[in-house]
């Protein structure tokens, strides 16, 4: 297992909260082995939420961006933060955009660094990997579909592979170390 793989898992580990073995890790191989794995360390007896997280993501942010006067035709995932706030206070609004959404404001950089704006599909990823929870309906269980989800995130923003399929080998398809 290659430092890749390993930064996947511990990406993986930290989104969902749970924990997986060197030995299971060592025999997930595909997206779909990652999913369905993680997925049965997370399945509960309860209803199961089958609902798109990017899509309710998505939802939240465009109405907040509404809110904040930008019009809807201009609110689309490839859209650039910064065409779409001004460029005076524009931390300010995108956390305001955030906070309005239901979601965590992006974190502040150390140093006095700025934050890097890049596109609404950026938050929308984030908030699938690491705010979950405030997309999923309370009091249902994670689904299948919903576990693919966020572990197709976090290897596109772990290794920025936009397009690949769920049984796609990491190693010999996808070429991760």
């Known amino acids: 297992m290659g430092l890749d793989s390993v930064e996947l898992v511990l990406a993986w580990e930290d989104s969902f909260g749970i924990q997986i073995s060197d030995a299971e890790a060592e025999r997930i191989f595909t997206t779909r082995q990652a999913a369905e794995r993680i997925y049965e360390q997370l399945r509960s007896s309860g209803p199961e939420d089958f609902g798109c997280l990017s899509l309710r993501a998505f939802n939240k942010l465009r109405r907040a961006f509404l809110d904040e006067g930008i019009p809807r035709h201009a609110v689309r995932p490839e859209a650039r933060v910064t065409h779409l706030l001004p460029s005076r206070q524009r931390r300010d609004a995108l956390i305001m955009v955030c906070q309005r959404a239901g979601l965590e404001p992006p974190r502040r950089l150390p140093f006095g660094l700025q934050l890097t704006f890049g596109r609404v599909r950026d938050i ?12 999923r309906l309370p009091g249902h269980g994670w689904s299948l579909s919903q576990v693919r989800e966020v572990v197709r995130a976090v290897i596109y923003a772990q290794l920025a592979l936009r397009r690949f399929s769920d049984d796609a080998d990491f190693i010999k398809d996808l070429k991760i170390d």
């Open 124 to 135: 929308v990823i984030d908030a699938v990997i690491g705010q979950h929870s405030s997309l």
